[in-house]
């Protein structure tokens, strides 16, 4: 018995030792918590019960020149469902009503969509989509069907909202509007105005501090933000939709014509060096065309006869020789170290001047010309092409710009037909916008201007921002040189390789171009052809220049030269602006007088002074006509109100006494 007590004895005291130990550890863990890690689990238990929620900024508009809309940000909702949270019995009640609802604004079948939502109730699935990219309008329709109209909780509704970006006018333009999305680096696809102002766009995020309440529910701590949002500006663009439009579907006609594989289309403003239209195309597997690149700015290619032109300044330029200079054509063939140049006219153009070379784009012509004249000083002539900056990015704020090339006599890869193949623009690679602001550079008086597609940005009426015009050369050639340059541009369309584009009604210079240039193919590249026009217009006066390329037309009928796919496209584009756009004309002479008209009109006054010496009833005639129907009588009139005479303070039949006043009410 002694024995057993003494057992129990120790067991006891071997729990209270056991207990005390506990109570010695837990006493040191709160002292732990509430001292040592106290700091720490204190923000742990508010990260968990208290948090930070950001409030998004309004994102700016992105508007065109002419203030239309291009870019803006609208909500978009989604509609999910909870399958769990209604009752059997509201379910049931309400279910062949809500499928009824969303099968007419959803254009679905009513008995589908309810087997759907059956399907989900039995599958117990709390977050069925019931619909997405929703307007306001649609949403708030759907929130108010049966057993929805009932809440989140006893109809089991679930409201996901998101600011998306819509371009109102569609895909015109799409690839230089851009898109709010961050690109991989290297990738120019969509960098446009979007991703390029971000930074004046975006605005600046808000926080509000929100505490965890009961089923989950977040509710603000304070009446006010931790962090007021800050809405994004505005930003003006140089586009002019009109412009636009007519760009864009002058551009599409023809490669839907040719079957071409993409194109671009850019008119500039001759002055400014504002982007007006900048069209870029491509064509999709089902053969229809869309926004995909912007060739004009992103795709460096050989440029082929537009080309031309840096042979034409340079030789008048350095006075080497002058547009009369004779060359002969040698058959239309001519060769460099084994190499042929050739000529696309059969038989060449016999003996004929350097302006008449460039009018006709004869290679042997050009080709001669430079090489008689720098082949013992190929730097002199590529100098000059780095002068006008053809060898460098235009450095436009845009992502994603091609990179010129340009040989230099240093370059380990310069041989002997280096210099003659440059001359009809093969062997160097430009974008189409940079040859446009050279050519845009003769039709502004000899001053090259920077391309620009942004103009301002704007907090409501305020400027933030102005971006003026930036001149990138003051002069890229002589007076002389550059009257010379404008009389044989304007001769390649009136009596050139762009004949077939000349009007009587209106005036164009410029240049035609074809090009074979390597196209990316899977396993390589292969050749195909690059159909180019780059001028200006009017030719006397320029106000807007443009660059046309299409690449890879369908060559079945032979027909791949620039005057015959890229040249009606400029032709439609500066014709459709010319027509359209109103007259400026000033009348003259507007103010001379005409005797046959002044005796009509006093015979009519002498006539109305004889008959009319009573105040006449002007009751019922329109304000406007009433006052100068009785100021002409010699009355002052007052008139109160808008609209038709209501009352006249002088009565119908009284004498009219010269200068009193008399006062009209109008409705």
């Given at each position: 018995m002694?024995?057993d007590?003494?057992?129990?004895?120790?067991?006891?005291?071997l729990?209270?030792?056991?207990?005390?130990?506990?109570?010695?550890?837990?006493?040191?863990?709160?002292?732990?918590?509430?001292?040592?890690?106290g700091?720490?689990?204190?923000?742990?238990?508010?990260?968990?019960?208290v948090?930070?929620?950001v409030?998004?900024?309004?994102k700016g508009?992105?508007?065109?020149?002419?203030?239309s809309?291009l870019?803006?940000?609208i909500p978009?909702y989604?509609?999910?469902?909870?399958?769990?949270?209604p009752?059997?019995?509201?379910?049931?009640k309400?279910v062949k009503?809500?499928?009824?609802s969303l099968?007419?604004?959803?254009?679905?079948?009513?008995?589908k969509i309810e087997?759907?939502?059956r399907k989900?109730?039995v599958?117990k699935?709390?977050?069925?989509?019931v619909?997405q990219?929703l307007?306001?309008?649609?949403?708030?329709?759907?929130?108010?069907?049966?057993?929805?109209?009932?809440?989140?909780?006893?109809?089991g509704?679930?409201?996901e909202?998101?600011t998306?970006?819509k371009?109102?006018?569609?895909?015109?333009?799409?690839?230089s509007?851009?898109y709010?999305r961050k690109?991989p680096?290297?990738?120019?696809d969509?960098?446009?105005?979007?991703?390029?102002y971000r930074e004046?766009l975006n605005?600046k995020d808000?926080?509000i501090?929100?505490?965890k309440?009961?089923k989950?529910?977040?509710?603000?701590?304070?009446?006010v933000?931790?962090v007021e949002?800050?809405?994004?500006?505005?930003?003006?663009?140089?586009?002019?939709?009109?412009?636009q439009?007519i760009?864009?579907?002058a551009l599409?006609?023809?490669?839907?014509?040719?079957?071409a594989d993409?194109?671009?289309?850019v008119?500039m403003?001759?002055?400014?060096?504002?982007i007006?239209?900048?069209?870029?195309?491509?064509r999709?597997?089902?053969?229809s065309?869309?926004?995909t690149?912007?060739?004009?700015?992103?795709?460096?290619?050989e440029?082929g006869?537009?080309?031309k032109?840096?042979d034409?300044?340079a030789?008048?330029?350095?006075?080497v020789?002058?547009t009369s200079t004779?060359?002969?054509?040698?058959?239309?063939i001519i060769t460099?170290?084994g190499r042929?140049?050739r000529?696309?006219?059969?038989?060449g153009?016999?003996?004929?001047s350097l302006a008449?070379?460039f009018?006709v784009?004869?290679?042997?012509?050009m080709?001669?010309a430079?090489y008689d004249?720098?082949k013992?000083?190929?730097?002199k002539?590529?100098?000059h092409i780095d002068?006008?900056?053809?060898?460098k990015?235009?450095?436009?704020?845009f992502k994603?710009e091609?990179k010129?090339?340009?040989p230099h006599p240093?370059d380990k890869?310069?041989?002997?037909i280096s210099l003659?193949?440059?001359?009809?623009g093969?062997?160097?690679?430009?974008?189409?916008l940079?040859?446009l602001?050279?050519?845009?550079?003769?039709?502004n008086?000899?001053?090259m201007?920077?391309?620009?597609?942004v103009?301002?940005i704007?907090?409501w009426?305020n400027?933030?921002?102005k971006f003026?015009?930036?001149v990138?050369n003051?002069r890229?050639c002589?007076?002389?040189t550059?009257k010379?340059?404008k009389?044989?541009l304007?001769?390649?369309?009136?009596k050139?390789?762009g004949a077939?584009l000349y009007?009587?009604d209106?005036?164009?210079a410029?240049?035609?171009?074809?090009?074979?240039?390597n196209?990316?193919?899977k396993?390589?590249t292969?050749k195909?052809?690059?159909?180019?026009?780059v001028g200006y217009?009017?030719?006397?006066?320029?106000?807007?220049?443009c660059?046309?390329?299409?690449?890879?037309?369908?060559?079945?009928n032979n027909n791949y030269?620039g005057a015959?796919?890229?040249?009606?496209?400029?032709?439609?584009?500066?014709q459709?602006?010319f027509t359209?756009t109103?007259?400026t004309?000033?009348?003259k002479?507007?103010?001379?007088p005409?005797p046959?008209?002044?005796k009509?009109?006093?015979?009519?006054y002498?006539?109305?002074?004889?008959?009319q010496?009573?105040?006449?009833?002007?009751k019922?005639?329109a304000?406007?006509?009433?006052?100068a129907l009785?100021?002409?009588?010699?009355?002052?009139?007052?008139a109160?109100?808008?609209?038709?005479?209501?009352?006249?303070?002088i009565?119908?039949?009284?004498?009219?006494?010269?200068n009193?006043?008399?006062?009209?009410?109008?409705?």
């Amino acid at each position: 018995m002694a024995v057993d007590d003494k057992y129990i004895s120790y067991r006891t005291y071997l729990v209270a030792f056991f207990i005390f130990m506990m109570a010695i550890a837990i006493a040191v863990k709160l002292t732990n918590i509430q001292w040592v890690d106290g700091d720490h689990y204190r923000e742990l238990a508010k990260e968990r019960t208290v948090r930070n929620f950001v409030i998004p900024a309004n994102k700016g508009n992105i508007y065109s020149a002419d203030g239309s809309l291009l870019a803006t940000s609208i909500p978009s909702y989604a509609i999910r469902f909870d399958a769990v949270a209604p009752k059997t019995e509201t379910f049931e009640k309400n279910v062949k009503l809500l499928s009824d609802s969303l099968g007419l604004i959803l254009k679905k079948s009513s008995s589908k969509i309810e087997n759907e939502l059956r399907k989900a109730r039995v599958n117990k699935s709390r977050y069925y989509l019931v619909a997405q990219n929703l307007s306001y309008t649609e949403y708030a329709k759907i929130k108010g069907f049966p057993l929805f109209k009932l809440g989140p909780y006893k109809g089991g509704i679930i409201i996901e909202q998101k600011t998306v970006r819509k371009h109102p006018i569609g895909q015109i333009a799409e690839r230089s509007i851009g898109y709010e999305r961050k690109m991989p680096e290297g990738y120019s696809d969509g960098k446009g105005i979007e991703w390029a102002y971000r930074e004046y766009l975006n605005g600046k995020d808000g926080k509000i501090l929100k505490q965890k309440i009961a089923k989950g529910q977040w509710k603000p701590i304070r009446d006010v933000n931790e962090v007021e949002p800050q809405d994004g500006y505005d930003v003006i663009s140089t586009i002019d939709v009109y412009i636009q439009d007519i760009a864009h579907h002058a551009l599409l006609k023809q490669l839907e014509e040719y079957e071409a594989d993409h194109g671009c289309a850019v008119v500039m403003e001759t002055k400014t060096g504002q982007i007006k239209a900048i069209s870029n195309l491509g064509r999709a597997e089902d053969g229809s065309y869309y926004e995909t690149t912007n060739y004009a700015y992103a795709e460096s290619h050989e440029p082929g006869s537009t080309f031309k032109l840096v042979d034409l300044m340079a030789i008048l330029e350095d006075k080497v020789a002058d547009t009369s200079t004779v060359y002969d054509s040698h058959g239309g063939i001519i060769t460099y170290s084994g190499r042929k140049v050739r000529d696309s006219h059969d038989g060449g153009y016999g003996k004929i001047s350097l302006a008449r070379g460039f009018e006709v784009s004869s290679n042997t012509v050009m080709v001669q010309a430079v090489y008689d004249n720098y082949k013992n000083n190929p730097t002199k002539f590529v100098n000059h092409i780095d002068s006008w900056g053809l060898n460098k990015k235009l450095g436009l704020t845009f992502k994603g710009e091609g990179k010129p090339f340009i040989p230099h006599p240093t370059d380990k890869n310069w041989s002997n037909i280096s210099l003659p193949w440059m001359a009809f623009g093969y062997g160097v690679s430009v974008t189409p916008l940079q040859t446009l602001t050279f050519y845009n550079a003769v039709a502004n008086n000899g001053v090259m201007v920077k391309p620009q597609l942004v103009s301002e940005i704007k907090e409501w009426n305020n400027t933030i921002k102005k971006f003026n015009t930036e001149v990138m050369n003051p002069r890229v050639c002589s007076p002389e040189t550059l009257k010379k340059i404008k009389a044989v541009l304007a001769n390649v369309v009136k009596k050139g390789t762009g004949a077939k584009l000349y009007s009587k009604d209106f005036s164009m210079a410029g240049k035609t171009g074809t090009a074979q240039v390597n196209y990316a193919v899977k396993g390589g590249t292969e050749k195909h052809y690059a159909s180019s026009f780059v001028g200006y217009f009017p030719a006397d006066k320029p106000k807007y220049s443009c660059i046309v390329v299409v690449h890879k037309p369908n060559t079945k009928n032979n027909n791949y030269y620039g005057a015959d796919v890229a040249g009606p496209v400029f032709k439609r584009i500066a014709q459709k602006i010319f027509t359209d756009t109103p007259s400026t004309n000033v009348i003259k002479k507007l103010d001379d007088p005409n005797p046959q008209q002044d005796k009509s009109y006093n015979s009519y006054y002498v006539k109305m002074e004889n008959k009319q010496n009573a105040v006449p009833n002007v009751k019922g005639m329109a304000g406007m006509d009433a006052v100068a129907l009785l100021e002409n009588l010699g009355l002052k009139v007052k008139a109160v109100g808008v609209g038709k005479v209501k009352k006249q303070s002088i009565q119908a039949g009284q004498n009219i006494v010269k200068n009193s006043t008399i006062l009209l009410e109008l409705s």
